[in-house]
């Protein structure tokens, strides 16, 4: 349930992503929205102090980026990563936009990103390993010259917003922990087109890239099961 409403956030937001419009008014038609239309919570805003109830990420921003009142510009690729709680649940999802005609670049690091992802996503079943979804990611990503950010992965997701186990994005294949069906984790790579390399501004949230290079994230929430997978996160036009 939870999931499924972090995906509608998604499908929502879509059209509002236009030249112009500032990432602080994104943040309050998403939370709007959660809240009234919803009747769920963000579970960003207040979460460890973030101020905000979703994260927007621009161009050479990571994650966690804070909405604020600059405004996006044509060419502009952003991030948009929505987790909202339901009946006790945490449904956690990001997926890139663009303002307009992205660049070659910017369009080719975030399909390799979401190949990525899903590369990592299809390993997953009862009895697979967490290296398993690490190494199927990074083998993808690094085939097409990009770097593979070490410092943020995945998580443990359910009645808290992020538990063990951590799900790194890199790794070798049959180690780590063992999958069980039941288990609800995020698969969310971040990928860069220079170095793997981050640095958290003085904001304490904000995360770029050391060499101010590009990076995108795909994320999505995944049900472990017997046979193997299901996504909690998808949209409307996904399932
Ligand atoms: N949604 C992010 C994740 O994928 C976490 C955001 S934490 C926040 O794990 F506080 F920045 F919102
Ligand atoms: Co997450
Ligand atoms: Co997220």
């Not at 972090?6 to 008014?25: C, F, K, N, R, Y």
């Not at 994104?26 to 009234?36: E, K, W, Y």
């Not at 990503?141 to 890199?170: M, N, T, W």
Request: glycine share 10%; hydrophobic share 40%; with cysteine.
């Amino acid at each position: 349930m939870a999931g499924r409403l972090a995906a509608q956030v998604l499908d929502m937001i879509g059209e509002h992503i236009t030249l112009g419009v500032s990432t602080e008014q994104l943040n309050t038609i998403c939370h709007t929205f959660i809240v009234d239309e919803l009747g769920a919570i963000p579970a960003p805003l207040n979460y460890r102090g973030f101020p905000k109830s979703i994260c927007t990420s621009v161009n050479h921003v990571v994650c966690h980026g804070i909405p604020d009142q600059r405004r996006l510009k044509t060419g502009d690729a952003i991030n948009i990563d929505i987790t909202v709680i339901k009946d006790g649940f945490h449904g956690d999802t990001s997926r890139m936009f663009f303002v307009g005609k992205p660049s070659v670049m910017a369009a080719r690091l975030s399909l390799i990103c979401f190949q990525s992802m899903w590369c990592g996503i299809k390993k997953i079943k009862s009895g697979a390993r967490l290296g398993d979804i690490g190494h199927a990611v990074q083998t993808h990503a690094e085939k097409h010259r990009f770097s593979v950010v070490r410092d943020f992965c995945g998580h443990g997701i359910g009645r808290v917003f992020h538990e063990d186990p951590q799900v790194l994005h890199y790794g070798q294949p049959d180690t780590g922990l063992k999958l069980q069906s039941g288990m609800t984790l995020t698969v969310e790579p971040m990928l860069n087109v220079g170095r793997h390399h981050v640095r958290i501004l003085s904001d304490g949230w904000t995360v770029v890239t050391k060499d101010h290079s590009l990076s995108a994230q795909w994320e999505h929430t995944i049900l472990v099961t017997e046979s193997g997978y299901e996504v909690l996160t998808l949209g409307t036009k996904d399932r």
